[in-house]
């Protein structure tokens, strides 16, 4: 496998559900992301992971979870979600770096999850 | 309020012709801008990126410039390909997470390139 992947590349679940999206970067990045777009809406960034540590939740509800127990891997929890959280959830890794040691952005995208609560 | 934004929701081009995609933004701490391609169904792919200190980044047939001043960007394309057709999305980030920054959006335009 290379770049990033995610899994499952669809779900459909009901608002008492647990579910995980998943998402494996091969790329040896330190920095993971969690973003949504839903319909007609840019993307959002949702999460931010620099070397497994969460560095910025952009005020996103608690039924979302994030977890990433490794630079190469990151979950996005979901429990008791709305009809409304049903969006395209899209995973990126980037190379990240300490402060003072410059920085890279360019962020790589896996295909995204499409989500859908009914 | 959007931060970054692409005013066309759609461009049609004719094959062989500049494409030119416009971006403008309103966060004067934006230092960092990008421009990603996406096709249905898979995440968006890097493109091109520019850093604030610049004016133009050139790749092969994609050229971006920025207008600080005016807090605006532009992606030209050319010659315009079948296989560009896609929407186009820009991104901006500001250097505050110690080298791991969310980007911040604009809808997109898509870009349909006509034979």
């Known amino acids: 496998e290379t770049g990033v992947t995610q899994t499952p590349r669809h779900l459909v679940m009901g608002m008492t559900n647990k579910k995980s999206l998943k998402c494996e970067q091969h790329?040896?990045?330190?920095?993971m992301y969690w973003y949504k777009q839903s319909a007609k809406k840019p993307l959002e960034l949702m999460f931010v992971?620099?070397?497994?540590?969460?560095?910025e939740n952009n005020s996103v509800p608690s039924r979302f979870s994030p977890e990433c127990p490794n630079s190469s891997h990151l979950f996005l929890h979901l429990h008791t979600l709305q009809p409304e959280d049903s969006a395209l959830y899209l995973c990126?890794?980037?190379?990240?770096?300490?402060?003072?040691?410059?920085?890279?952005?360019?962020?790589?995208f896996g295909p995204g999850t499409r989500l859908t609560v009914l | 309020d959007q931060q970054v934004k692409q005013n066309s929701p759609s461009l049609s081009v004719q094959e062989g012709r500049i494409s030119i995609l416009n971006c403008d933004y309103t966060?004067?701490?934006?230092?960092?801008f990008l421009w990603y391609k996406k096709y249905p169904a898979e995440g968006p792919t890097f493109l091109i990126s520019?850093?604030?200190?610049?004016d133009k980044n050139e790749d092969g047939r994609f050229t971006v410039f920025l207008n600080k001043s005016a807090e605006h960007l532009s992606l030209h394309i050319v010659p315009s390909q079948p296989g560009d057709s896609a929407v186009y999305f820009c991104?901006?980030?500001?250097?505050?997470?110690?080298?791991?920054?969310?980007?911040?959006f604009g809808k997109g335009t898509h870009l349909i390139i006509q034979p």
């Open positions: 990126a890794s980037s190379q990240g770096a300490g402060l003072g040691q410059g920085w890279y952005n360019e962020q790589f």
């Open positions: 991104a901006a980030s500001a250097e505050s997470g110690g080298g791991a920054d969310g980007l911040t």
């Open positions: 992971y620099n070397f497994k540590e969460q560095t």
């Open positions: 520019i850093s604030s200190i610049k």
């Open positions: 966060n004067s701490m934006f230092d960092y």
């Open positions: 790329l040896g990045h330190n920095a």
